[in-house]
């Protein structure tokens, strides 16, 4: 980095959710600029073999299994990656899962499977990364919310409630643990292209209405995001903490309507 004010070379950072989508173009992002990054992912395969293609890559990074859904294997991958990685500067919370369905017709698995994920799992790792920051007077926590925490949309209403709390988590830890020097601030992506989302976009219909609503007529790419997280992971973020960052393609600006001009 010629600015080292933008800089996360030799930074320590755990991403949950890096084996695949927003979570691995993070990673991968943090790993280009230096930074020595620890994935984490439900599964041991998913995590050999995200590894395994960013070794190919060039990229140095390690990784260990974690169902952030229980509170046990939070503990002991936290405890694993200090002990991997001497400390941590930075914790990137992506790990998320939904369930398309009508408000209805919601079964309480379908909630408690979003919620104890998306939720539940993101506050107990911030929790416990936090406590080390704490101990350390140092440190940086990014959670990534969703386009839902500004216009909650149909048919995902358990998946925006626990976006919607996530931004409360942000503030809330933010309030309580700016005094020991910790940072927690979050990042909303907008509508991204991912293997989990191609379906979707493949409609036409959808891709339409997408392109007619985003000022920049565009999907967004999960690289789109890594900017953004570098940002709030530098110093150059350092006087911010508590906020919501939309990067949405400028979804959130406003709403285009049908009407000539």
Not at 22 to 43: D, K, M, T
Not at 178 to 190: D, Q
């Amino acid at each position: 980095m010629s600015d080292q004010l933008f800089s996360v070379t030799n930074q320590n950072v755990l991403v949950t959710g890096g084996s695949r989508g927003i979570g691995r173009a993070i990673a991968q992002g943090f790993a280009s600029r230096g930074a020595n990054v620890l994935i984490c992912s439900r599964s041991q395969e998913s995590v050999d073999n995200a590894i395994h293609e960013m070794l190919e890559a060039g990229l140095k990074v390690s990784g260990l299994a974690c169902d952030v859904s229980d509170p046990a294997q939070i503990k002991t991958t936290v405890a694993a990656a200090i002990a991997q990685l001497g400390h941590l500067d930075t914790l990137i919370n992506v790990a998320g899962v939904n369930r398309r369905k009508r408000a209805e017709t919601v079964t309480e698995d379908d909630y408690d499977f979003i919620m104890n994920t998306n939720l539940k799992g993101a506050f107990l790792m911030s929790q416990e990364v936090g406590r080390h920051m704490i101990e350390r007077k140092s440190g940086s926590q990014i959670n990534v919310e969703s386009l839902n925490t500004w216009m909650p949309l149909k048919g995902v209403l358990p998946y925006a409630m626990s976006k919607f709390g996530m931004q409360g988590m942000t503030r809330g830890l933010a309030l309580e643990w700016g005094c020991h020097g910790v940072r927690v601030n979050s990042l909303a992506p907008g509508f991204i292209l991912t293997d989990l989302t191609s379906k979707l976009w493949s409609d036409p219909t959808m891709l339409a209405w997408n392109e007619a609503n985003a000022p920049l007529e565009r999907l967004g790419q999960p690289e789109d995001m890594v900017g953004t997280a570098v940002f709030l992971a530098s110093k150059a973020s350092a006087f911010m903490t508590g906020q919501t960052l939309y990067v949405d393609g400028g979804f959130s600006a406003g709403c285009n309507w049908p009407i000539p001009l």
